[in-house]
């Protein structure tokens, strides 16, 4: 290659690296009006951007949260709204305080009949005491069931507001459609909503009580979740299918650990339930060999001992079947 040809390439080179640098330099300085330019207006407009978003929505998030908590703190639950509370999560149609004095009541009966029959005082404490527990056990698993229907009940809800709410209904449309197609206990929930919105009430703050008087978590997310969408803005049908979502998540989780669990309940019954059986049939069989239990103090004393040590073992078995997650 010439010097010549040297040259004129350096200088072909050099006139494109300056003519890319001033069309570089140009493009840049273009972005960066557009940028501020755009800047402005969104803010003339009163929009903001992603960051700031995020920002507002997690303090909108801890607002709530500490407002909450507050309100929560201030408010002391009295006896009698733990007992209405207890009635509700259990379903029962009678007041509460007439079920539990039934349940004493039936408990005092039995534990006098053994009194007049001669079979000692402590064998009627151990049997009022068992139909005490038996009366809190049961108390027990119609919470729980309960509870399960609620959790399912609310996916599906949370699946026909977003529904209603694509369709074009108000947020209020959409709640009074789950109280038509819902039964207890998430339908007259919502529909007492729906009744207090006729008559002047804020949704926010209807919500609000709702969420707190059946102490459901998901249901308190979700009243926070519309109380920000509300306040900030949104599409609160996403949002509905995010929780049904992470719902249906916890659900199958939850179905999930009953299976791994099952063997450690059925042990659990199977133990607490054999001596119960023997010891009805030894009194279908041979009445004369344990009348022994009845008719003196030690065997009295060991009847009475057995039963707390089931109930005891009852308990920390079923400790020991629950999985925290």
């Known amino acids: 290659m010439s010097p010549q040809q040297l040259v004129n390439m350096v200088l072909m080179v050099s006139v ?8 570089t330099i140009c493009v840049v300085l273009w972005v960066v009006q557009y940028a501020r330019r755009r800047k402005r207006l969104r803010k003339r407009m009163g929009y903001v951007d992603d960051e700031t978003r995020k920002t507002d929505t997690l303090q ?5 949260y500490q407002a909450r908590r507050a309100a929560a ?10 007992l209405t509370r207890l009635g509700a999560e259990a379903g029962w149609k009678s007041p509460a305080h007439s079920v539990i004095l039934s349940a004493i009541g039936l408990a005092v009966l039995v534990s006098v009949a053994p009194l007049l029959l001669g079979c000692g005082a402590l064998i009627g404490l151990a049997t009022g ?13 119609r919470i729980d069931q309960r509870k399960a229907l609620f959790d399912r009940q609310l996916v599906e809800s949370l699946g026909i507001a977003a529904r209603a709410l694509r369709a074009g209904h108000p947020l209020v449309g959409a709640f009074q459609s789950i109280a038509e197609e819902i039964g207890d206990p998430v339908g007259p929930i919502f529909g007492e909503i729906c009744q207090e919105q006729a ?3 804020d949704l926010q703050d209807s919500i609000r009580r709702m969420a707190d008087v059946t102490r459901n978590p998901d249901l308190k997310l979700f009243a926070t979740a519309v109380s920000i969408q509300m306040g900030s ?8 299918d995010s929780l049904s979502a992470v719902m249906r998540t916890r659900i199958r989780l939850n179905r999930r650990v009953r299976v791994l669990t099952t063997e450690t309940r059925m042990s659990r019954n199977v133990l607490l339930g054999l001596p119960i059986v023997l010891f009805l049939a030894m009194n279908i069989v041979s009445p004369q060999y344990v009348s022994v239990m009845y008719t003196t103090f030690v065997g009295q004393a060991m009847l009475v001992g057995t039963i707390i040590a089931m109930l005891v ?3 920390v078995m079923a400790r020991l079947s629950i999985l925290r997650y």
Do not use: H, P
């Open 233 to 240: 803005g949104g599409n609160l049908a996403d949002v509905m």
């Open 129 to 141: 005491g068992t139909i005490l527990v038996v009366f809190w056990t049961i108390t027990n698993w």
């Open 60 to 64: 909108l998030w801890r607002d709530e």
């Open 313 to 315: 073992g009852a308990w």
């Open 73 to 82: 703190a201030q408010k002391k639950e009295t006896f009698g709204e733990r």
């Open 16 to 23: 494109f690296v300056l003519v890319f640098s001033g069309w």
């Open 199 to 201: 008559l002047g009430l």
